[in-house]
């Protein structure tokens, strides 16, 4: 590779369980895109829900290293949905790369936090139920502090190099979100990837398998320190390369995920109210999807 120091066009930031598989797989599959093999690097934040390997101690050169392989005509960038929820995180890439453009897709935040949980419990041991989880864990509930949370990026980037996309609106008409997506990014806009209709690391809430779990257990001793060694030669002989067609179903093949309660989704909007307006302001879009039927107001219709 090479690009200038500040070799990253873009970077999807966050939030979590809002497409960035998906995403990940369309990007990779794009003829003018490159993305790391292995998706999420994680190299500029320090908070994270899951243990994991704290990485920008080691430098610039370090997070280089993962794009060595970018043709040097390519759209370079990276995907690691937890950005956002790190307050240094914002700062750290644009003192790096003040010129990158930032992705950004948002869902209704209680469905979010939900799925987010689903996907856990297939990996590692969680509460039998969302509710129980939250309870447990009521770290997780700051997740859906949208607005508090992507603040620094609009100080730190101009807006016209931020992307936003709502998940209920992006994926009622993927073509032409990708469209819009592939227009800001400046690549080949006319691109049809192969994932259109198609969902990518679906989680439907299943009872956990043996090997989903042991799978888990392994990611998190990779990022324990004796075990970093084995994680970086897996990184370099490409053993954890993403397959994204592995885990790619077809939107009509899916299971129905399981539900929120309805006293758990109307609590978790009155934690959220607020942040969810001040979204709004600062997007310049209505976001009465993401409130409960209860909250909406007489008369309002379901948004896609």
């Known amino acids: 590779m090479n690009k200038p120091s500040e070799f990253l066009d873009f970077v999807y930031v966050g939030a979590p369980r809002c497409g960035s598989t998906w995403l990940a797989a369309v990007l990779e599959e794009h003829p003018g895109v490159w993305i790391p093999h292995n998706k999420e690097i994680h190299f500029f934040n320090d908070r994270l829900v899951y243990p994991f390997e704290y990485k920008y101690p080691r430098g610039l050169d370090y997070y280089r290293s993962y794009f060595r392989e970018a043709p040097v005509s390519a759209t370079v960038g990276e995907l690691s949905p937890f950005y956002y929820y790190d307050p240094q995180a914002a700062h750290r890439i644009h003192r790096s790369f003040p010129n990158t ?8 935040p209680a469905v979010m936090l939900h799925s987010l949980y689903l996907l856990l419990r297939t990996r590692e041991k969680r509460e039998p139920t969302f509710e129980r989880e939250l309870i447990k864990n009521p770290h997780l509930v700051d997740l859906g502090f949208y607005h508090r949370l992507l603040t620094p990026y609009f100080d730190w980037f101009p807006r016209e190099n931020i992307f936003v ?55 998190n001793l990779l990022n324990t320190k004796p075990l970093i060694p084995v994680k970086e030669l897996m990184h370099r002989l490409k053993i954890n390369r993403m397959d994204y067609s592995a885990v790619a179903s077809d939107t009509k093949k899916v299971k129905a995920k399981p539900k929120i309660s309805d006293a758990c989704r109307n609590d978790l909007f009155r934690q959220y109210e607020r942040d969810i307006g001040r979204l709004e302001t600062l997007l310049g879009c209505d976001l009465l999807a993401w409130r409960p039927d209860s909250a909406r107001p007489t008369g309002a219709g379901r948004k896609a």
């Not at 453009?101 to 209704?108: A, N, Q, S, V, W």
């Not at 998940?167 to 259109?196: A, I």
């Open 101 to 108: 453009k930032i992705l950004i897709c948002l869902r209704d």
């Open 165 to 219: 996309s709502i998940y209920e609106n992006f994926f009622s008409d993927e073509r032409k979100s990708l469209m819009e997506l592939f227009e800001f990014l400046e690549v080949d806009s006319s691109f049809v990837p192969s994932f259109l209709g198609k969902r990518v690391n679906w989680s439907a809430g299943e009872t956990p398998s043996a090997i989903a779990r042991m799978r888990g257990r392994f990611i």
